[in-house]
């Protein structure tokens, strides 16, 4: 148990559907992120957002779009996915000043029809 | 961007120590060496970090050269669950939010 909860674990969506990631942290951290694993590739960094505040954007294209309401919530909303965006997120969060130390979540495994 | 580079993969008998190596030559005097692993379908797991000295928590030890260019992780008695993908990172402690990368990691396979 890490205090990264994500839901839903796993997603099957059509390219024209819209969907929505959640992820939840009870660490009292004050960063989140989004990353992306693709089959046999590294993770990718997605999205990093510290004090709720979006502070990285790693040229992911626009169907990808994050939501941090509060330091403790973080969404990544989809929308018009290929097939090749098929893969596991992964959400983590840590404290702003030690982001190095990242606490993750199980993932959602999205498969995109 | 200081960058590692790590064996692909490396066996290792069950109960005995695995030893695993990190060359990172080109690291900056401000940036850690960080250490996770992720289990197979799992999100990585956080082990341990550090600077200059060696540091030890209950998961593992982390030995780092004089010179810093390269360290190594001890995993003391491996376990079968200690299989997994173990990636070794470099990156300064704050303000570097998209350096910390993730490489391909050592696959490191502990055996009966």
């Given at each position: 148990e890490t205090g990264v909860t994500q839901t839903p674990r796993h997603l099957v969506m059509g390219m024209t559907n819209k969907k929505s990631l959640k992820c939840e942290q009870h660490?009292?951290?004050?960063?989140?992120y989004w990353y992306k694993q693709s089959a046999k590739k590294p993770l990718e960094l997605m999205f990093v957002y510290s004090l709720e505040e979006r502070v990285e954007n790693n040229s992911v294209p626009s169907r990808f779009s994050?939501?941090?309401?509060?330091?403790?919530?973080l969404f990544l909303h989809l929308h018009t996915l290929q097939p090749e965006d098929s893969a596991l997120y992964l959400c983590?969060?840590?404290q702003e000043s030690s982001f190095g130390?990242?606490?993750?979540?199980?993932?959602?495994?999205?498969t995109v029809l | 961007d200081a960058k590692t580079t790590q064996p692909p993969?490396?066996?290792?008998a069950e109960g005995r120590a695995a030893n695993l190596p990190c060359n990172h030559s080109t690291i900056s005097g401000n940036e850690y060496v960080y250490w996770y692993r992720q289990i197979h379908s799992q999100g990585p797991q956080y082990i341990i970090h550090g600077l200059k000295?060696?540091?030890?928590?209950?998961?593992?030890?982390?030995?780092?050269?004089?010179d810093r260019k390269s360290s190594t992780l001890?995993?003391?008695?491996?376990?079968?669950?200690?299989?997994a993908v173990y990636y070794c990172i470099v990156s300064a402690k704050t303000d570097s939010w998209g350096k910390f990368q993730f490489g391909a990691g050592t696959q490191v396979v502990v055996t009966p």
């Amino acid at each position: 148990e890490t205090g990264v909860t994500q839901t839903p674990r796993h997603l099957v969506m059509g390219m024209t559907n819209k969907k929505s990631l959640k992820c939840e942290q009870h660490l009292g951290h004050n960063a989140m992120y989004w990353y992306k694993q693709s089959a046999k590739k590294p993770l990718e960094l997605m999205f990093v957002y510290s004090l709720e505040e979006r502070v990285e954007n790693n040229s992911v294209p626009s169907r990808f779009s994050p939501e941090c309401p509060n330091s403790s919530h973080l969404f990544l909303h989809l929308h018009t996915l290929q097939p090749e965006d098929s893969a596991l997120y992964l959400c983590a969060s840590s404290q702003e000043s030690s982001f190095g130390e990242q606490f993750f979540g199980p993932g959602t495994r999205l498969t995109v029809l | 961007d200081a960058k590692t580079t790590q064996p692909p993969s490396m066996d290792c008998a069950e109960g005995r120590a695995a030893n695993l190596p990190c060359n990172h030559s080109t690291i900056s005097g401000n940036e850690y060496v960080y250490w996770y692993r992720q289990i197979h379908s799992q999100g990585p797991q956080y082990i341990i970090h550090g600077l200059k000295n060696n540091e030890t928590n209950e998961m593992a030890s982390l030995i780092i050269t004089e010179d810093r260019k390269s360290s190594t992780l001890i995993l003391p008695h491996a376990t079968l669950r200690d299989t997994a993908v173990y990636y070794c990172i470099v990156s300064a402690k704050t303000d570097s939010w998209g350096k910390f990368q993730f490489g391909a990691g050592t696959q490191v396979v502990v055996t009966p």
